[in-house]
């Protein structure tokens, strides 16, 4: 019921006011109906509508020529990577992309879906503040609350754009109308960060620290959703101080543990969702699905797009050979479903039931607490701190009865040992949400590349064998390990120049 309230409540609202256009240009967002923001911003309850309207298009595609953010989520962080193999259903551009034939024409290679969701968040962000002029209910704490939303989100969707494409257009005030329609250059993804450190800061100031809420507090940005995002943009930008602060910060909250890896450890954090672990997670319900049913599920006749890595079980999450019983609990009927390689976590009950199209509403989480324990982890190994990166990948480890054959000892002062330890334990705790591409290449790049070897891996172990040689001589240039800038956008605005590895 929380959860269908929590992006259902303000929905028709939200339709009647800040429906978007359908034109290609993605600055160009303006209200279909025509009404202005200074004309629909006059009571809290109107502001209210349009943050908890950002969260329903982070959820659902705002166009018919757009895919959900959720659903870009997934592919943007995983089809690059490794653990994704082919089903019957995947389209051809999909297939491009795990080739590494990669076109600024292909439809993944899209950013309108984002950008959308960057512009009702400058919405809020331009014309919220107002709100308090003329609605003399509305408190300061709570308009602080909703800015923080916004600033949090806008500063995630920007994250995913720079993680995916490099450089980009950077777009911080509110396009209502064609005549506030701007071609823009693309700032670079430093000047980008630069940003999205500022509008974190901000937000953790604003952010409620809860809603009072399970639900309002797993699928809305709390103060400790924000920090969860700062260590992410910090482990990025190798600050890795800094990304310890934000992620102690965290833990010491109090708030948020690991889900006991016992049997009902699948159902309480995937099936059911909202738990101890979760940070922040997408709600979808029975009047919200989700797209992973036709992504994922190999039965009933149909064609996924997506299936696992036949080889995930043997190379990563291994099995006891004497203790037949005796398995890693992230592996088999999770990540994957062994009998027909379909992606299970989003599209099973339990380990022996499976959704239907009627009940797929798995949660996107897009950050657990496991995440904020390695994101730790990976910051110690940088920082001298050895030890402690081993300490907290035992904790990840034992709670998902890791087996012994996926066991490393490197030394505390390994740094490169601690780093391969660190990329596969994500692996195996992460695998298809979202995280696996950033993961290597945030990894890869550090030191001037010094790991590229990582990528070449990769490479190896998923791109078809004669596609192979020419993948891992195009990561050797850092641009190609970034999309293209979208064809369409190119074509709209002169001020876009193309990656240079796709000209």
Not at 249 to 255: A, F
Not at 277 to 298: C, K, P, R, V, W
Request: contains cysteine; hydrophobic residues 40%.
């Amino acid at each position: 019921m929380f959860k269908n309230r929590i992006y259902k409540a303000a929905i028709l609202a939200v339709i009647a006011m800040f429906s978007c256009s359908s034109c290609n240009k993605y600055l160009t967002l303006r209200p279909q109906n025509g009404v202005t923001s200074d004309q629909f911003f006059q009571t809290k309850e109107q502001l209210q509508s349009a943050v908890i309207g950002i969260y329903n298009g982070l959820c659902n595609a705002q166009s018919s020529s757009l895919k959900a953010p959720s659903e870009l989520f997934f592919i943007w962080g995983e089809i690059r990577a490794d653990f994704i193999a082919p089903g019957p259903g995947m389209t051809a551009d999909e297939t491009s992309i795990i080739q590494d034939n990669i076109l600024s024409s292909n439809s993944i290679v899209v950013w309108g879906s984002i950008y959308r969701i960057i512009n009702l968040c400058n919405n809020v962000i331009d014309n919220g503040p107002n709100v308090i002029n003329v609605d003399n209910t509305l408190t300061q704490t709570a308009l602080n609350g909703y800015l923080g939303e916004a600033l949090a989100i806008r500063a995630l969707m920007y994250f995913y754009l720079v993680r995916s494409f490099g450089d980009v257009p950077l777009k911080l005030t509110y396009t209502a109308t064609d005549g506030d329609l701007q071609q823009l250059a693309k700032t670079p993804q430093a000047a980008i960060l630069t940003q999205i450190v500022a509008d974190l800061k901000t937000a953790e100031g604003y952010a409620l620290p809860t809603y009072g809420v399970v639900a309002y507090d797993k699928g809305r940005i709390t103060k400790f959703t924000v920090e969860t995002i700062q260590a992410d943009v910090y482990l990025w930008m190798d600050d890795f101080a800094d990304c310890i602060t934000a992620c102690d910060k965290v833990i010491n909250s109090g708030k948020y543990g690991l889900v006991a890896g016992n049997f009902g450890w699948f159902g309480t954090l995937y099936a059911t969702g909202n738990s101890s672990e979760g940070i922040f997670e997408l709600q979808f319900d029975t009047q919200q699905l989700n797209t992973y049913f036709g992504m994922f599920e190999a039965g009933f006749g149909l064609k996924p797009r997506y299936l696992a890595n036949a080889s995930l079980i043997d190379n990563w999450y291994t099995t006891d050979l004497v203790v037949a019983t005796d398995v890693d609990i992230r592996g088999i009927d999770v990540a994957i479903h062994v009998n027909d390689q379909s992606i299970y976590k989003f599209i099973a009950i339990n380990a022996g039931s499976l959704r239907t199209a009627a009940t797929s509403y798995a949660h996107w989480i897009m950050y657990r607490y496991a995440d904020v324990l390695l994101m730790k982890a990976e910051a110690c190994i940088y920082s001298s701190r050895g030890q402690d990166a081993l300490d907290l990948i035992t904790t990840i480890r034992t709670r998902a009865n890791a087996l012994i054959g996926t066991l490393q000892s490197p030394s505390p002062t390994d740094v490169a040992g601690l780093t391969n330890y660190l990329v596969a334990e994500r692996a195996r705790e992460f695998a298809f949400e979202g995280k696996r591409w950033y993961d290597l290449l945030r990894n890869a790049k550090r030191n001037s590349f010094a790991r590229l070897d990582l990528l070449t891996a990769s490479v190896t172990s998923s791109v078809p064998p004669l596609n192979q040689q020419s993948a891992i001589n195009k990561i050797k240039d850092p641009n190609s390990l970034y999309f293209p800038v979208p064809l369409g956008d190119i074509q709209d605005d002169p001020n876009l120049i193309q990656n240079p590895f796709y000209k």
